[in-house]
């Protein structure tokens, strides 16, 4: 049984609309620091809409805005006037579905944040870039062609290189949209260990559509349906016991 | 109860898994009802039929464990569905252990009856109608998802639970002055014994019937409040 943490996410009140289409209804969610908390629901039901505020990637959609609420990194307002959105954006790096790998060498895409944060230091760059890929269980697979690009991996390798170079900057949470449903199941399951060791030292908002996989890596799962989070709460008594008729009947096949 | 699966094979699944539990039960409470006639009634004949029929209960056994298991690798089930599964695997095993105890009466019978006339077979009758209530009630608990017929049960297994105590002090009683009928007595004493386990049995179904029906595990809660007044009194 996980201890209790903080809160590292605080959703406050949040309503979001697409132009005049509300997609986000009322949303309060406090995800637990240094834990995974998984997202699941129907398409468009919202979930990867709120992963997607939680670093303000929803800024760059034309007509994409939170109309009520608020959504909080740490107890700070990340549309707060002092917030940077660059600063924000490291500090709540991404993984997206299909692996974003850049067209460079495997070390070059694991120290591009670093550069970009103005690390210029090749040491610390160096060492950096081999913790963060110890940490994404991939430092024993590459080491020796670290200047190979980075296209010339697997599929479960270039993902875990994505995951590599989020972490690579020491962000505070990691959003991660769907990202096994690309993978074969061997790489599946050493993404998921990678969450499941890397949580104790970040908190990890994962949405998925397999509830196998929310039901294993996951600490805490929301369900959302049409916008709105039905049920939230430890994903132990979520997958054995739900609280709401609609939560056991989406989980257990019953619709959806 | 939940409405239909998205995946029609998925309740196929789960009916068969109910439809082979409750065949299980039907046979198990039948094994014991003959096993118990068998003695009333002196029917050597009937005591063979309840011997034979009692590996018709551990096919089950395996069918139910069979089909739980496939369920649960094809299907994952998740919330009532998983609790379903679960709790049909584990009663299959409760019902498979009192099919165990129906032979028992059954082997205990043939020698009772192959010795002396025994009037104090008579005596056990209440005992089998108690245990027999409370398996019924246990698996109509279980189905009916009867939260509070299931925990009724125990208090009823108490009751079953005295007078099991009083038949073996009276039958003790008169083994001291039982001259040719020790043996038949002491066949008797064994009887009440299987007895006494099918309404603990019966019970652990009862339990098994509330955790499907919210979650709850309700064994040993007696012995957990007084573990926790102990460890409060201490403190």
């Not at chain 1, 890929?133 to 875990?160: H, I, T, Y």
């Not at chain 2, 409750?22 to 309840?50: C, F, K, P, Y």
């Not at chain 2, 096919?59 to 599964?85: C, F, K, N, Y």
Request: proline content about 3%; hydrophobic content about 40%.
């Amino acid at each position: 049984m996980a201890t209790p943490s903080r809160t590292a996410v605080g959703v406050e009140n949040l309503d979001f609309c697409y132009g005049t289409t509300k997609v986000l209804k009322n949303i309060n969610l406090a995800i637990a620091a240094n834990r995974v908390t998984a997202f699941i629901g129907p398409s468009g039901c919202g979930k990867s809409t709120l992963l997607r505020c939680i670093n303000r990637m929803n800024d760059e959609i034309p007509g994409a805005r939170i109309t009520k609420g608020r959504i909080c990194l740490n107890g700070t307002d990340i549309h707060g006037p002092k917030v940077d959105v660059v600063k924000l954006r490291s500090e709540v790096g991404m993984v997206f579905q299909k692996s974003n790998v850049f067209p460079r060498s495997i070390f070059d895409n694991v120290a591009y944040g670093l550069r970009l944060r103005g690390i210029r230091d090749a040491s610390v760059i160096e060492e950096r870039v081999e913790s963060a890929l110890r940490q994404a269980a991939l430092w024993d697979e590459v080491k020796d062609r670290l200047q190979e690009s980075g296209f010339g991996l697997s599929g479960g390798q270039q993902q875990r290189l994505c995951i590599a170079r989020t972490i690579a900057v020491k962000p505070n949470v990691v959003l991660m949209d769907e990202p096994c449903s690309a993978l074969d199941p061997i790489a599946t399951l050493k993404v998921e260990e990678l969450l499941w060791e890397l949580r104790s030292e970040y908190t990890f908002v994962v949405v998925t559509h397999s509830m196998q996989q929310a039901s294993r890596i996951s600490d805490h799962t929301a369900f959302f349906y049409m916008g709105e989070v039905v049920e939230y709460g430890l994903t132990q008594t979520m997958f054995t016991n739900p609280r709401e008729k609609r939560t056991e009947e989406y989980i257990s096949g019953r619709f959806g | 109860m939940n409405g239909p699966h998205i995946f029609r094979d998925f309740d196929n699944a789960i009916r068969t898994l109910k439809d082979e539990l409750l065949l299980m039960a039907s046979l198990t409470r039948q094994n014991l009802e003959r096993a118990m006639r068998s003695l009333l009634d002196r029917d050597i004949e009937l005591s063979r039929v309840v011997i034979g029929d009692d590996s018709d209960v551990d096919d089950l056994e395996i069918r139910v464990d069979q089909t739980g298991m496939e369920i649960l690798v094809r299907h994952h089930p998740v919330a009532s569905d998983l609790r379903l599964v679960i709790s049909s695997m584990k009663i299959s095993t409760c019902l498979e252990r009192i099919s165990d105890h129906a032979v028992n009466i059954a082997k205990r019978s043939k020698k009772i009856c192959r010795g002396p006339e025994l009037p104090d077979v008579a005596l056990v009758e209440p005992l089998y109608v108690m245990a027999d209530n409370l398996l019924r009630d246990a698996m109509i608990s279980f189905t009916d998802q009867n939260i509070e017929l299931a925990e009724g049960l125990k208090a009823r297994d108490k009751e079953l639970d005295r007078l099991h105590k009083s038949l073996i002090a009276s039958l003790s009683e008169r083994l001291e002055h039982a001259e040719g009928k020790a043996e038949s007595l002491l066949h008797l004493i064994f009887v009440i014994r299987s007895l006494e386990r099918a309404g603990d049995l019966a019970v652990n179904i009862g339990e098994d019937a509330v955790f499907l029906g919210n979650a709850k595990d309700i064994r040993h809660a007696s012995k957990k409040v007084t573990k926790e007044a102990r460890i409060e009194a201490d403190e």
